[in-house]
C-alpha cells in the first residue's frame, strides 16, 4: 500500500514511523535504524528523504522553543534526538552509498574496456590524483563484486582476466597487511647514519625487512634484490614469467606501502623538515622503481609480447601517477634533485629514469616541476644542452598555467646552467630575470636563490672580462650576502648550502682563500642537513682548493678525496676537478706522502664514506689518468 502513496509522503512516514518506535523504546541500536533507512530509502532518491527529514527537524526544533508545557517539551526533546540518530545513520548510508557508487563506475570501467586497456582502467581506477579513486576499504568490496560479475556473467576471455586482477587485488591486500606492521620499523633500526633508504648491502633502507615478511613470490624477490643493491630493471628482466594477477598484486603492495611511508613521515611533527625530506625520497624512490621495473618488463625475454607492453605501459603509468601526486606537495623540491636519504643503487643516474614516462605527460603544471627537477639531475651530470632544453620546457608550461614559483625556480637553473658553461652575461641575464619576478609575485625562496645567481655570475663575468674594479666584485658579493641572509632568514638550508658555496667559491676565483673557508664549512654543514649531496661535494673540492692554495696539503688531500668520492657517486662532473687536484698534489708530494697523508685521515674519511668509498680513492684516480686526464 505504501509504494503507492508519493515518495515524499512515504519518506515522511518512515521517519515518523522510526521515531514512533524510539519513543516506544522498540529501537534497540542505530544499527537497526540503518537498516530501517537501506531497505526504505531508493537509490537516486536521497535528495527527497534529506528534504523531508530536515523540515521534520525543523518543526520540532519550532516546537521545542515555543512549548512551555513541561511534559510536551520533553517529548519534543525525545522527538529530536530520535531525530539526529536518523540524520547520523543518513549521513553513513550517504557516505556507503556513495562508495558503492565509486566502486560501480570503477568496475564499469574496468569491465567493458578493451582488452589491451583494461590494466590502464584499473590504475585510473586506484590513481590517488583522481577524485573517486578507490580507497583501502573500497578496493575489498571491488575485488569481490569483480570476481561475482566473472564467475556469474562474463565471457570466458573476460572472465580469465577480470578473476586475475580480482585475484591480483586480494593478493595485494593480503600482503599489505602482512607489511603494514613493519611498515617503518626499519628506521628504528637504523640507529647509524642517514635515515631513509639508505643503508648497507644487508639492510639497505626497508627492503630486507620487507622481503621477510611478503608472503608470495614476486614482491619477496623484488624486495631482496633491493637490499643487495640489484637494479630493479635488470632484476624484473630476467625473472621469468609473471602474470596479470602477480603484477597487480605487486602493484596494489607497492601503492599503499609508498602512500603509508609518505603519511608517517609528513606527520613527523617533532622535526617537519626532515619528515618532508624524508617524503621527497619516498616519492622519488618509488617513481624510479616504477620508471626502472617499465624498462625491465619491456626487455623481459620471459614474458609474451602483449605482456611485455602491458605491464611496461602500467608501470609507467604508475610512475605518472606518483610524480603527478608529487608535484603537488607544498614541499616539492624546485631547487634541488639529489637527496641523501636516496638509495645508493639509485642515486648515480636516478632522475634520469623518469625522462620516458614524462615523454607521455601532456604539458600540464606538474609536468613544468618534475621537468624542473629532472633538469637540475641532468646539470649535475654536466649535460647542460638537454638541462636547458628541459628547463625551457618547463618554463613555457609554468608561464602558460600562471605558476610564477616554478618559473622563477626555472630562471635560476638556467641561470646557474649558463654559469656552468662560461655563458656568464646570459647567467646575469637569468638571474636578473628570476630576481624581478621572484620580488613580483613574494616567492622568497625564489629571490634567495636568485640574489645569489646574480652574485656569483656577475664575479665570474668580470673574472671573464679581466674587470680591475674592485667595486663590481663587491657589488656580486654584496648580492650573495643578501641572498644568505634572506635564506637563513627563510631557515632553508637547501638555499643556504646554495648560498654558503656560492660565496666560496667567489671568494676562491678572487683569490681569498682564507675568506672561503668559511663559508665552504658551511656549505658543507647546510648540505650535509638538507641532504643535497651535490652541493656537499662541490663545497669539499673548493674547501680542498682554498687549503691548496693555503699550502695546508694534508687537509687539501682528504676534502678533496671527499669530495672527489662523493661527486663521482652522483656522476657530477666535478669530480674530476677534484681528480685533478689531487693528482697534482700527489706529484707534488711524491706518491709515499701522499698514501700516508691519505692513512694519516683515514678515521675522517670513513666516517664519511666508510671503508668502501675510502678503498675506492685510489681506484677513481687511476680511473682519471687512464681517461687522458692528465
Not at 570503477?106 to 578493451?114: G, K, P, R, T, V
Not at 682564507?514 to 647546510?526: H, P, R, S, V, W
Not at 674519511?605 to 682519471?624: C, K, M, N, R, S
Request: charged fraction near 20%; glycine fraction near 8%.
Amino acid at each position: 500500500m505504501t509504494e503507492t502513496l508519493p515518495l515524499r509522503d512515504r519518506y515522511l512516514g518512515l521517519i515518523d514511523e522510526i521515531v514512533q518506535m524510539t519513543l516506544k523504546g522498540k529501537i534497540r541500536s542505530k544499527e537497526q535504524v540503518y537498516q530501517m533507512l537501506l531497505k526504505g530509502i531508493e537509490s537516486g532518491t536521497g535528495e527527497v528523504f534529506e528534504h523531508c527529514l530536515g523540515d521534520q527537524m525543523v518543526a520540532t526544533q519550532r516546537q521545542i522553543e515555543i512549548q512551555t508545557d513541561e511534559f510536551k517539551l520533553a517529548k519534543s526533546n525525545r522527538i529530536f534526538r530520535a531525530l539526529q540518530t536518523i540524520q547520523g545513520e543518513w549521513q553513513r548510508w550517504q557516505a556507503q552509498n556513495q562508495s558503492d557508487e565509486v566502486i560501480a563506475i570503477a568496475l564499469e570501467q574496468i569491465i567493458l574496456a578493451d582488452s589491451s586497456l583494461r590494466l590502464s582502467a584499473f590504475l585510473r581506477a586506484i590513481d590517488p590524483n583522481h577524485p573517486h579513486s578507490l580507497n583501502l576499504d573500497e578496493l575489498k568490496l571491488a575485488w569481490r563484486s569483480l570476481a561475482r560479475f566473472a564467475e556469474r556473467r562474463a565471457e570466458p576471455e573476460l572472465k580469465v582476466e577480470l578473476l586475475k586482477i580480482s585475484a591480483g587485488i586480494d593478493g595485494g591486500l593480503q600482503s599489505w597487511e602482512r607489511v603494514q606492521e613493519y611498515l617503518v620499523s626499519w628506521i628504528y633500526d637504523q640507529s647509524q647514519g642517514q635515515i631513509g633508504f639508505s643503508g648497507t648491502p644487508e639492510q639497505q633502507g626497508p627492503w630486507a625487512l620487507w622481503a621477510k615478511h611478503s608472503i608470495h613470490p614476486l614482491p619477496q624477490s623484488l624486495f631482496k634484490a633491493l637490499s643487495l643493491g640489484q637494479p630493479p630493471s635488470e632484476f624484473i628482466a630476467t625473472y621469468g614469467a609473471i602474470d596479470l594477477s602477480a603484477w597487480v598484486e605487486l602493484a596494489i603492495l607497492l601503492q599503499f606501502l609508498q602512500r603509508g611511508l609518505v603519511s608517517w613521515f609528513d606527520k613527523l611533527v617533532y622535526d617537519s623538515k626532515v619528515g618532508s625530506k624524508l617524503s621527497i625520497s619516498a616519492f622519488l624512490e618509488f617513481a624510479i622503481l616504477w620508471s626502472q621495473l617499465a624498462n625491465g618488463f619491456d626487455r623481459a625475454t620471459l614474458l609474451t609480447t602483449e605482456q611485455r607492453s602491458r605491464f611496461a605501459s602500467g608501470a609507467f603509468q604508475i610512475t605518472i601517477q606518483i610524480l603527478r601526486t608529487f608535484a603537488q606537495r607544498d614541499y616539492f623540491p624546485l631547487y634541488g634533485g639529489i637527496f641523501a636519504s636516496f638509495s645508493p643503487s639509485y642515486t648515480r643516474d636516478a632522475l634520469l629514469y623518469l625522462d620516458e614516462p614524462l615523454r607521455q605527460v601532456e604539458g600540464t603544471q606538474g609536468k613544468a616541476r618534475i621537468l624542473t627537477l629532472l633538469a637540475f639531475s641532468l646539470r649535475v651530470h654536466g649535460q647542460y644542452d638537454r638541462a636547458n632544453q628541459l628547463h625551457q620546457e618547463a618554463l613555457e608550461i609554468a608561464r602558460a598555467g600562471n605558476d610564477r614559483v616554478c618559473e622563477s625556480a626555472n630562471l635560476n637553473h638556467l641561470s646557474r646552467n649558463c654559469a656552468a658553461q662560461k655563458h656568464y652575461a646570459e647567467a646575469v641575464n637569468y638571474s636578473q630575470r628570476a630576481l624581478i619576478l621572484s620580488r613580483q609575485v613574494g616567492d622568497r625562496l625564489g629571490e634567495a636563490n636568485a640574489l645569489v645567481n646574480v652574485g656569483y655570475s656577475e664575479v665570474l663575468l668580470a673574472q671573464q672580462r679581466e674587470e680591475g674594479d674592485p667595486a663590481v666584485y663587491e657589488s656580486a658579493i654584496n648580492y650573495l650576502q643578501q641572498g644568505l641572509k634572506l635564506s637563513e632568514r627563510l631557515g632553508d638550508r637547501q638555499s643556504q648550502a646554495l648560498c654558503f658555496s656560492s660565496l666560496g667559491i667567489a671568494h676562491i676565483l678572487l683569490d681569498q682563500p682564507q675568506a672561503a673557508i668559511a663559508y665552504l664549512e658551511g656549505g658543507i654543514q647546510a648540505a650535509q642537513f638538507s641532504g643535497d649531496l651535490y652541493l656537499k661535494g662541490l663545497s669539499l673540492v673548493y674547501l680542498a682548493e682554498a687549503y691548496y692554495r693555503l699550502q695546508d696539503l694534508h687537509k687539501a688531500v682528504w676534502t678533496g678525496g671527499l669530495g672527489m668520492y662523493l661527486l663521482e657517486q652522483i656522476a657530477a662532473r666535478e669530480w674530476r676537478q677534484a681528480a685533478g687536484l689531487l693528482t697534482i698534489l700527489q706529484g707534488q708530494m711524491g706518491d709515499a706522502k701522499f698514501q700516508a697523508v691519505l692513512q694519516q685521515n683515514r678515521s675522517q674519511i670513513v666516517a664519511v664514506i666508510g671503508v668502501d668509498g675510502y678503498d675506492h680513492l685510489p681506484e677513481l684516480l687511476t680511473q682519471y689518468r687512464q681517461e687522458g686526464n692528465v
